[in-house]
Structure formats: C-alpha cells, structure tokens
C-alpha cells in the first residue's frame, strides 16, 4: 500500500531557530516529491523533487530527496513567525498516476 | 488510508462531452475542497464548501460547475471543457468551521482528466 509519512506532526520553535521536517514514503513506481506550505485554506507550492542528492533552495527553505532510502527533509534557516503553516509532502506515482499526501506538519514559530 | 475517494481515477473526454467527477469522504468533515493540479501551476484552489454552502469559487470558469448535496459528497460537472483543461483533479476535505482556514486537509488520489 502506498503511503507517505511526515514527522513530526507538529512542532513549536523560538524565532530564528533552524527547524527540519521530514517526509518518508513507500510509493511504487514514484515520480515526484513535492512539498508544499500551507497557512490558510489552499496549499501553495515549495519545491518539487524527482533526483536524489540534489538540494533545491528557496531563501531560508531548502529540501533534499533520497531516493535510495526513501525520504525527503525540508530545512527552514532563521525561522519567523511568517513560517508557521503546516508543511505537507505529497508523492506522484506513475502507476496509477496518481499523488498521495501526508498527513503534513504543523509548525508553529514563537516570536 | 485517507478516507477520501475519488472517482473515476482516470477520464477521457471531448470538448462537447459532459461529464462528472466525484468525491467521497469518511471522516465527518464539514470542509470540502477542489484543487486541479497541472505541471504549470501544481495545486490550484478552485473551490471549497462548507457545511454544504459554498464559501470560495477561485475565479474558476463556468464551465466547472460544482455541487455538494451534504458534507460526505462534492462533485465536478464538467461541460465543453478546453485541452488546457487537462490536468488532475484533487479533491479534499477538512474539519471545517471558523478556524482561521488553517486545517488538516485529507487527500483523495485525484481524477486523471485528459480533454481531446
């Protein structure tokens, strides 16, 4: 069965501490990793992921993928209180063609 | 398991072609939502129901008619859609009521939806 993991499932960090959120999967026949932030209703996009080993960066965000053992982290540098969102993690497979999501990670940033 | 499902996973159809998709939750949420996800814009609000009244329509075109007849069910109408329609579409659900919008959202796989 397909599925996709984060941990934690919530987390509570001072300002400017470096936060890293994790994303396990067992998906056959996967294609992408995604990561997405979000604050109020609709999800918005970070990062897509398909090769291992290669950090995509977005300022203070960045995210790895390993393939080999299954996972993602996504790494929050100098975390504001702008960051507090829930981060979810979602998974395309080609079979089936479809993408299975986490379950996400709420993070909460104290000012 | 999610405990939302989606059906048909895959469509085929014509620009005059009227078709539906559907949408299924188990979890007694009260929030539902649909999302079209493409390879130019990944994760697209479109619309999002609460407690059955439809509470945000993300300037969607009319050819996108959706309905919610109680909070376990939201559907898609499609009609005289464009090839640039094509895409997958997710629908979700949440808890739903006043609480500022940020809610564990539950996942369906999505429809598959190519438009000739």
């Known amino acids: 069965e397909d599925k996709v993991v984060q941990s934690p499932l919530s987390l509570v960090v001072h300002e400017g501490d470096t936060v890293t959120l994790n994303c396990s999967y067992e998906?056959?026949?996967?294609?992408?990793l995604l990561w997405y932030k979000q604050e109020k209703k609709a999800p918005t996009f970070l990062f897509m992921l398909?090769?291992?080993?290669i950090e995509k960066k977005s300022g203070r965000l960045s995210s790895i993928l390993d393939k080999k053992e299954l996972f993602s982290i996504l790494n929050i540098t100098a975390t504001q209180t702008g960051d507090s969102a829930i981060y979810l993690c979602?998974?395309?497979?080609?079979?089936?063609?479809?993408?299975?999501f986490g379950k996400g990670t709420r993070l909460h940033i104290l000012p | 398991e999610t405990g939302v499902t989606q059906t048909p996973r895959h469509l085929v159809m014509g620009m005059t072609n009227k078709k539906s998709l559907k949408c299924e939750q188990h979890?007694?949420?009260?929030?539902m939502y649909w999302y079209k996800q493409s390879a130019k814009k990944p994760l697209e609000l479109m619309f999002v129901?609460?407690?059955?009244?439809?509470?945000e329509n993300n300037s969607v075109p009319s050819r996108f008619s959706p309905e919610c007849p109680n909070s376990s069910h939201l559907f898609l109408h499609l009609h005289t859609l464009q090839p640039e329609d094509s895409a997958l579409y997710l629908c979700?659900?949440?808890?739903?009521?006043?609480?500022?919008?940020?809610?564990?959202?539950?996942f369906g796989p999505g429809t598959r939806l190519l438009v000739l």
């Open positions: 979890l007694g949420h009260n929030a």
């Open positions: 998906v056959t026949n996967f294609r992408s």
């Open positions: 398909t090769s291992s080993g």
């Open positions: 979602a998974v395309e497979a080609d079979r089936d063609d479809k993408i299975i």
């Open positions: 979700a659900s949440s808890q739903g009521g006043d609480s500022g919008g940020q809610e564990t959202q539950y």
């Open positions: 129901y609460n407690f059955k009244e439809q509470t």
